[in-house]
């Protein structure tokens, strides 16, 4: 295989891998940016993704050929709903954040595990029948070098998560309310006096970050596992985490880094087919993006600017 | 009402909680909560084995809980009990095959090397926190997936090719035939004798050392303890490794006690996320964390009897423990709740 050849493979392949984890990661942003810290990102991409199936196995035979579409929409729901939870716990009952985040993780593998069984009737779901499949962008497809690159077997799931990302850069950097859901994240006092509800922001920044958690974990169950159990989604969650840190709380930074930890998982997935790479043991590419985070966090990006009043819950009156 | 009663009124009404909306979760989706209940009571108390069965799983949950909640009480967070966990197991696993010893010297050696490779997953997050100011949340967690594939190759490395150490040497194994005769040869271990000694010597360290004192003092407010003279950094490190160790020992329990193995995993044992939990309901102290162990460690064990005997699948009481991890974090509202109801008995 030559080198393009490889290219036109494992570029495709890291895009379809990155997009569960681009719109995690901007849900990330979102609750974090507001001063809420969400480890539960790997609970709430759980219970997007057995939503997603649960919904497709479900209504398959009302909505047919967009299922998989209207399964997005559901999970996105739930999944909103579900972190309504995590932002009682963490906005209104002051909460530690991060023991909350982590009784999210419990929580959604334990109830979607438990509802699998009393559904199904065992440990994992029947596999769907309509999912996302790859497709080639017309006209575009035809370019050369990025056609084959970016236009041809991709996902529209993809273009969504970018597009999501754009997007969440927009909102959060030139509207108002990005400005004040910024605002609450470093300093809620400052943004409370000039009269920004600080709850109310917060609330709504969780259930953002629920809402694209869930679609992202439903993409992830529509395209790649197909089915729903309990080793569906074993980390992903805590990568958009990781990928939410290394882009410094930036959309487009934390398009960037899931971008990246998609190519590392499409190299360890994928790469056993490819010359050079499938002489390296395969725990090295496994444990890769955890190490890079590791060594970036440690090296690259520093003492990152984190939201100043991220993981304290906001208090009135108190300095 | 005293501050102290309420500290022990929170978790016990979080307990109650979690078992009521465990009750309604099983009521909504049709199962009978009585005999859901029934069933986890018999498989924690049944009879003589099962409670062996109990106390050999509350074993690996007491150590858990102990690496929380010493990392905790100098202010960090360590979620890496999980991969600190896995690679105790594989240490002692690899130390009860390899080697062959009088036992004097094989089982502590065994424990040594869990206690130590433990404490090396602590010590990686502890000096970047220390020395770079990263985060050891976000390292921990990294620092569980690098282990589970790390000792995943490393078994398959070391049996050829297999998902099984093998079984370790009789020399390094914890196995008591006085326990198991005791509780109808149940797996019942030695090794609840050491995690009831690391909870002493927690107790010790903690309240009885200068050390102690420091790790504390750093865990209270570390710019105070900075000016007093402390070495922060050091500290940090320090309870990172120790917090590794008990994490450590608590594999080694799985390794030279329950399984006398080490196999390929597909994903975590769940056992270091559960002694968050402990740790949280036990207010992080060694004590407590005897009691948050046991209760998890019987609820865990004793719902492996609930699909056979009341037809309702396990999970309901990770649902259960999920929900009581809730309600201790939101002790707040509990607590509130409590003083107000307190102060109008008094009123009256």
């Known amino acids: 295989m030559s080198f393009l050849e490889v290219l036109y493979f494992l570029v495709p392949a890291a895009i379809a891998y990155a997009a569960p984890l681009i719109l995690t990661a901007i849900g990330g942003v979102f609750s974090e940016r507001s001063g809420v810290v969400n480890i539960g990102l790997e609970g709430l991409m759980v219970m997007g993704a057995f939503i997603g199936i649960l919904f497709n196995l479900t209504f398959v035979n009302v909505f047919g050929a967009g299922t998989e579409w209207m399964a997005l929409l559901a999970a996105m729901v739930v999944a909103a709903l579900f972190s309504l939870l995590h932002a009682v716990a963490s906005v209104s009952f002051r909460a530690d954040q991060v023991v909350s985040g982590v009784a999210i993780n419990l929580l959604a593998v334990a109830l979607c595990l438990f509802l699998v069984k009393m559904i199904y009737g065992k440990g994992q779901t029947d596999f769907v029948q309509e999912r996302f499949l790859r497709t080639d962008f017309p006209i575009l497809e035809k370019i050369p070098f990025f056609g084959p690159l970016f236009f041809q077997n991709f996902y529209w799931t993809s273009t969504l998560a970018i597009g999501i990302a754009v997007l969440a850069w927009i909102v959060l950097y030139y509207t108002p309310f990005g400005l004040r859901l910024r605002a609450v994240g470093e300093h809620p006092m400052a943004a409370d006096t000039m009269g920004i509800n600080v709850t109310r922001m917060r609330y709504i920044a969780v259930m953002i970050s629920g809402g694209l958690a869930g679609i992202g974990g439903a993409i992830y169950s529509q395209s790649i596992s197909l089915d729903f159990s309990h080793s569906t989604i074993n980390g992903q969650g805590f990568m958009a985490l990781a990928a939410m840190i290394f882009g410094k709380w930036h959309p487009l930074g934390a398009m960037g880094a899931a971008l990246f930890f998609g190519f590392a998982q499409a190299l360890s997935i994928v790469g056993g087919s490819l010359p050079v790479i499938s002489e390296i043991p395969s725990v090295f590419l496994l444990i890769l993006p955890y190490v890079l985070t590791i060594l970036a966090l440690a090296g690259f990006i520093g003492k990152a600017n984190a939201p100043k009043a991220l993981g304290t819950p906001y208090i009135k009156g108190k300095r | ?348």
């Open chain 2, 1 to 348: 009402m005293s501050n102290r009663l309420v500290n022990i009124l929170v978790p016990v009404i979080s307990v109650i909680l979690g078992l009521i909306v465990g009750a309604i979760v099983m009521l909504v989706s049709g199962y009978d909560p009585v005999a859901g209940y029934a069933a986890l009571w018999n498989g924690i108390f049944g009879d003589v084995y099962t409670i062996g069965e109990t106390i050999r799983q509350i074993t690996p949950y007491i150590l858990a809980g102990l690496a929380v909640a010493f990392a905790f009480r100098t202010g960090l967070f360590n979620i890496g009990v999980e991969g600190q966990l896995i690679v105790g197991w594989f240490a002692a696993a690899y130390v009860g095959v390899a080697f062959d010893f009088p036992k004097y010297i094989h089982l502590p050696l065994a424990l040594i090397a869990a206690a130590g490779a433990g404490a090396l997953w602590g010590f990686i997050p502890g000096l970047l926190k220390a020395r770079f100011k990263v985060h050891e949340v976000i390292v921990t967690i990294m620092m569980n997936y690098i282990a589970l594939h790390t000792t995943n190759a490393l078994i398959k490395t070391f049996s050829d090719g297999g998902d099984n150490t093998g079984p370790i040497n009789p020399s390094a194994s914890l196995r008591s035939e006085f326990l198991e005769n005791m509780t109808d040869f149940s797996r019942l271990h030695y090794g609840i004798l050491i995690a009831l000694a690391m909870v002493f010597v927690m107790w010790l360290i903690l309240e009885k050392t200068t050390r102690g004192f420091e790790l504390k003092a750093v865990g209270l407010n570390h710019n105070a303890s900075e000016y007093s003279g402390m070495n922060v950094n050091k500290n940090i490190i320090l309870a990172m490794v120790i917090s590794g160790a008990f994490a450590g020992l608590g594999g080694a329990m799985e390794a030279l006690g329950t399984f006398e193995y080490a196999s390929v995993k597909g994903g975590f044992t769940g056992i270091g996320f559960d002694g968050i939990a402990v740790a949280l309901l036990g207010a992080n102290t060694p004590l407590g964390v005897i009691f948050g162990a046991a209760l998890f460690g019987s609820l865990k064990y004793g719902a492996l009897n609930m699909p056979n005997e009341a037809g309702i699948p396990t999970e309901i009481v990770s649902i259960v423990i999920a929900i009581i991890i809730f309600f201790v974090a939101s002790g707040y509202v509990i607590r509130l709740f409590v003083e107000r109801f307190s102060k109008k008995k008094e009123a009256k």
